[in-house]
Nanobody, 117 residues
Framework: EVQLVESGGGLVQPGGSLRLSCAAS????????MSWVRQAPAKGLEWVSA????????YYAESMKGRFTISRDNAKNTLYLQMNSLKSEDTAVYYC??????????WGQGTQVTVSS
């Protein structure tokens, strides 16, 4: 059974940093690309970032470039998202998701990030 479990969310002040983690199990982690997606209150899903199977290629939404860094540790079956210079508009539930053949086919339960003073 595929499982994705996010952690690391919380309350942080504007300008602060957080590191999210996503522990993966139930599939061969280093065979698949992974993504982070977020959902702000009363808004739709927003793609944040993606990484290929070995971490050699990374992709970011325009508003996250230079502030967020996606990475992975295949030995630990874990995906990360380092978030710096956080803004109030980054407040959202953050999900990690596994890339399937043509879509994100498995999602975690999400972790709440709240940016507020």
């Amino acid at each position: 059974e595929v499982q994705l479990v996010e952690s690391g969310g919380g309350l942080v002040q504007p300008g602060g940093s957080l590191r999210l983690s996503c522990a993966a199990s139930g599939f061969t982690f280093d065979d698949y690309g992974m993504s982070w997606v977020r959902q702000a209150p009363a808004k739709g899903l927003e793609w944040v970032s993606a990484i290929n199977w070995n971490g050699g290629m990374t992709y970011y939404a325009e508003s996250m470039k230079g502030r967020f860094t996606i990475s992975r540790d295949n030995a630990k079956n874990t995906l990360y998202l380092q978030m710096n210079s956080l803004k109030s508009e980054d407040t959202a539930v953050y999900y990690c998701a596994k890339r399937g053949l043509s879509s994100l086919d498995y999602w975690g339960q999400g972790t709440q990030v709240t940016v507020s003073s």
